[in-house]
């Protein structure tokens, strides 16, 4: 299956080859690269097997649910593609004796397309968490050293920090080289949705992982997302940038946040920890209870200025490698779901029923609802919150002024974040009349020029 995943997929022949298997054995399994392999190729087979068809199958088989669900026992992550199987246990060098944090000697071990565009997707993000790999060790040293009350030590571990966090920032901006928007959205996508959140892509009540119990009941899961990154959230942490849950702001009022707490608010990067590996979670939690570079730096921001800058440049770079992650996402996902609704009005009705459904598919309705990622959170709100508490520990005015600074509007003069923001369109089909036919004056979608 591993060798013709691509093919399979493409003619739709996937889920008979996997209906036909027996149920594997995990008996085999020796070392933790084993586990590892195994845990990412089944998950690629489960979301292929899921959303490989016209319509998404919302029970996977025992031939692998029985055999995913041990090993995701073993390594302490749920039955879902996660950031680990898509990007961490997803690679090899080219060549073992140069660097793997250079893009050029990377491969993917498994694509749902065997395209370019979904490997350099994957990889673009094991090379920046093997160029920022080094930063874990250089800030735990910073925090041995303010222990000590080693200022110097500190500022030069934070100078290094704000680097490291430049490259990855240049890193991330080679996504558009060899992935191209149009076909992720449509093609790369779709595979790696989640079952979470996902009712109008065709998933109500999430997916059942069905172990030959006959009690296997529906759950749901988000897909492979960044947060899920242990280095980005380790970012987080050491620093002591502190996230709030989606829509709640630094200044709410006791009021707000009791009203929100009778209705449980969703804290989206704290629920993703549970989707690493549990040796990842547990030393996240580890060095959250010792981190103390903020207070170190705020306990002698009166006496030491090149402390506080050294520490307002690490926030200021993580801040702008969150604007380049918006970006990117409004590239790649915001602006083709909008093209996306625009296609949806020109074509019959005809069409638009017997098209696949899934997640690129999957329309708005009337409620509105904002663009999902493939974790199942509304995007860009959840992103742009994200960047914005990360200048709130700013320390100096400048810092406070730079991070909390206005960015102009989505699309004013930016090729790459879209349009101006607009009041959002009922996607309903519309018959499509041809050039002989009967046009409407419609200021939305649609019209012989549109295009």
């Given at each position: ?140 040293t910073a925090v041995a050293a303010a222990r000590q009350g080693d200022s110097a030590t500190v500022t030069r571990c934070l100078r290094a920090f704000a680097e490291r966090l430049d490259d990855l920032g240049e890193l991330l901006r080679r996504m558009h080289e060899s992935c191209d928007p149009g076909f992720f959205y449509r093609r790369i996508r779709t595979f790696l949705a989640g079952s979470k959140n996902m009712a109008e892509a065709g998933l109500p009540r999430g997916v059942v992982y ?242």
């Amino acid at each position: 299956i591993g060798a013709n995943f691509q093919s399979l997929i493409l003619s739709k022949r996937l889920r008979g080859v996997i209906d036909r298997l027996p149920v594997l054995d995990t008996i085999g399994l020796e070392h933790d690269a084993e586990w590892r392999r195994a845990y990412m190729l089944l998950t690629f087979f489960a979301h292929g097997y899921i959303w490989g068809g016209d319509v998404p199958c919302d029970r996977v088989p025992p031939s692998i649910s029985v055999p995913l669900l041990d090993i995701c026992d073993h390594l302490e992550v749920p039955p879902v593609s996660t950031y680990a199987a898509s990007v961490l246990w997803n690679f090899k060098p080219l060549f073992v004796d140069e660097d793997i944090d250079d893009l050029d000697n990377l491969a993917t071990l498994v694509t749902f397309t065997g395209s370019l565009d979904e490997s350099w997707f994957y990889l673009v993000s094991v090379a920046i968490e093997a160029r920022g790999g080094p930063i874990i060790t250089l800030m735990l040293t910073a925090v041995a050293a303010a222990r000590q009350g080693d200022s110097a030590t500190v500022t030069r571990c934070l100078r290094a920090f704000a680097e490291r966090l430049d490259d990855l920032g240049e890193l991330l901006r080679r996504m558009h080289e060899s992935c191209d928007p149009g076909f992720f959205y449509r093609r790369i996508r779709t595979f790696l949705a989640g079952s979470k959140n996902m009712a109008e892509a065709g998933l109500p009540r999430g997916v059942v992982y069905d172990d030959g119990t006959g009690t296997s009941q529906h759950v749901e899961y988000s897909g492979p997302s960044n947060a899920q990154s242990s280095l980005i959230q380790f970012f987080d942490i050491i620093l002591g940038i502190e996230h709030r849950p989606t829509g709640e702001k630094a200044d709410a009022s006791e009021s707000e946040r009791e009203g929100r707490r009778r209705a449980p608010s969703h804290n989206f990067i704290q629920d993703m920890r549970r989707y690493m590996p549990g040796p990842h979670a547990r030393f996240l939690n580890d060095v959250g209870n010792v981190a103390n570079i903020r207070e170190f730096v705020e306990s002698r921001a009166a006496t030491d200025p090149a402390l506080s800058t050294a520490y307002d440049a690490c926030l200021a770079m993580l801040s702008t490698f969150r604007d380049i992650h918006i970006a990117i996402v409004s590239r790649y996902i915001i602006v083709p779901s909008r093209e996306n609704r625009a296609r949806s009005r020109s074509r019959s009705p005809e069409a638009v029923r017997s098209r696949q459904q899934n997640l690129a598919t999957a329309s708005k309705n009337e409620t509105r609802k904002k663009v999902k990622g493939t974790g199942g959170t509304a995007l860009i709100p959840f992103l742009k919150q994200a960047r914005d508490e990360t200048g709130e520990p700013s320390i100096e005015s400048w810092a406070k002024r730079f991070m909390s600074r206005q960015t102009k509007v989505s699309g004013q003069n930016d090729f790459f974040l879209g349009k101006e923001e607009k009041a959002e369109l009922i996607d309903e089909p519309a018959v499509e009349h041809g050039l002989a036919g009967t046009w409407t004056i419609d200021e939305g979608f649609g019209g012989i020029c549109n295009y």
